[in-house]
T-cell receptor, first 114, second 116 residues
Framework: AQSVTQPDIHITVSEGASLELRCNYSYGATPYLFWYVQSPGQGLQLLLKYFSGDTLVQGIKGFEAEFKRSQSSFNLRKPSVHWSDAAEYFC????????????FGAGTRLAVHP | GAVVSQHPSRVICKSGTSVKIECRSLDFQATTMFWYRQFPKKSLMLMATSNEGSKATYEQGVEKDKFLINHASLTLSTLTVTSAHPEDSSFYICTSGGKLSTDTQYFGPGTRLTVL
C-alpha cells in the first residue's frame, strides 16, 4: 500500500537560513509526488509536483524538491527562508491509473525565527 | 488557479443533529470533487470522491450513511454529517479538479466542525 512519511513533525529555522523538509514514500512504481503548504485559514496550496523527467523540480515561492528513487525520497528545499514561509507543509503521493487520489504525509510544521 | 470555497468556515452543533457543508468550485466546472478529513495535528485522509450526477465513491472505513455526499451540479458538492457525534469533530476539506492523477487539485479553505 502507498504511504508517505514526514519524519519531522516540527522544524524551527531562523529567517534567512536554508531549509530542508524530508519526505519518504512507499509505492510500487514511480509515483506522482506533490508538496503542499497550508497556512492558517487558507486552503492547501500546491508548491510543486513531480511526474517524470528531471528529478529536480522547481516550484513557487523559491522552493524546489528532488526526487531520489534510490532513497524513495522527495525532500523539499529552500535556500533562504522568509518569515512568511511559516506554515504546515504536506508531502503527498498520487496513484497512477487515472484516479486522482492523494495520500498525504502527517505534515511538518515550520516555524521561522526572526 | 481555480478558486474553491467552503461554507460554513466553522460550525458548532449539538450531538445528534445533522450538519451540511457546501463546497463550491467558483470558476471551474468539476465533474469530480474530493472530500478529505483532517484530524488535529494529523494528515488529511480522503473520505470520498464526489461524482457529479452519480453516487459518491467512499473510501474503506468511511460510513456512507453517516457522511452523505451530493454533487448536484458541476460547481457544488455537499457533505452532510448525519447524527453528528463528538468524534466527528474535525476539519473537513474539499478539493476541486480533474479526475486524473496529473490534474492539479484546488483545495477549499476547510470547515471546522465541532460537535458538542
Amino acid at each position: 500500500a502507498q504511504s508517505v512519511t514526514q519524519p519531522d513533525i516540527h522544524i524551527t529555522v531562523s529567517e534567512g537560513a536554508s531549509l530542508e523538509l524530508r519526505c519518504n514514500y512507499s509505492y510500487g512504481a514511480t509515483p506522482y509526488l506533490f508538496w503542499y503548504v497550508q497556512s492558517p485559514g487558507q486552503g492547501l496550496q500546491l508548491l510543486l509536483k513531480y511526474f517524470s523527467g528531471d528529478t529536480l523540480v522547481q516550484g513557487i515561492k523559491g522552493f524546489e524538491a528532488e526526487f531520489k528513487r534510490s532513497q524513495s525520497s522527495f525532500n523539499l528545499r529552500k535556500p533562504s527562508v522568509h518569515w512568511s514561509d511559516a506554515a504546515e507543509y504536506f508531502c503527498a503521493v498520487g496513484a497512477h491509473g487515472g484516479y486522482n487520489k492523494l495520500i498525504f504525509g502527517a505534515g511538518t510544521r515550520l516555524a521561522v525565527h526572526p | 488557479g481555480a478558486v474553491v470555497s467552503q461554507h460554513p468556515s466553522r460550525v458548532i452543533c449539538k450531538s445528534g443533529t445533522s450538519v451540511k457543508i457546501e463546497c463550491r468550485s467558483l470558476d471551474f466546472q468539476a465533474t469530480t470533487m474530493f472530500w478529505y478529513r483532517q484530524f488535529p495535528k494529523k494528515s488529511l485522509m480522503l473520505m470520498a470522491t464526489s461524482n457529479e450526477g452519480s453516487k459518491a465513491t467512499y473510501e474503506q472505513g468511511v460510513e456512507k450513511d453517516k457522511f452523505l455526499i451530493n454533487h448536484a451540479s458541476l460547481t457544488l458538492s455537499t457533505l452532510t454529517v448525519t447524527s453528528a457525534h463528538p468524534e466527528d469533530s474535525s476539519f473537513y476539506i474539499c478539493t476541486s479538479g480533474g479526475k486524473l492523477s496529473t490534474d492539479t487539485q484546488y483545495f477549499g479553505p476547510g470547515t471546522r466542525l465541532t460537535v458538542l
